[in-house]
């Protein structure tokens, strides 16, 4: 059995199956994103170095500080209009599904 799994649920006292814990699903809800958030960050920083550092110094020059802003402001444009794209197309599969039970 999976330790979250294990953890995740927990068996009623009539033996009747598996029910969640709020608090349980709310922090691992909570983690999940810091973890996403945390590999957004990490996935950013190596692009944007990749791209923008040519040569590590005590300094950085004005061309290699504007490249690091604009590719952290189009990476993070880029993401939220995915996030948004994925938004839309949940809501217009959730309304095509509520008019296809009617």
Known sequence: MHLLNFFYSKTDMDGQGATADPQL???????SQKQRFQQLVHQMTEVCWEKC??????????????????????FIDTSQFILNRL?????????????MSD
């Open 53 to 74: 550092m040519d040569k590590p110094g005590p300094k950085l020059d004005s061309r290699t500080e504007t490249c690091f802003v604009n590719c952290v402001e189009r």
């Open 87 to 99: 938004e839309q197309t949940q809501r217009s599969r959730g309304s095509f599904s509520e008019s």
């Open 25 to 31: 699903q709310q922090f691992i809800e909570i983690e």
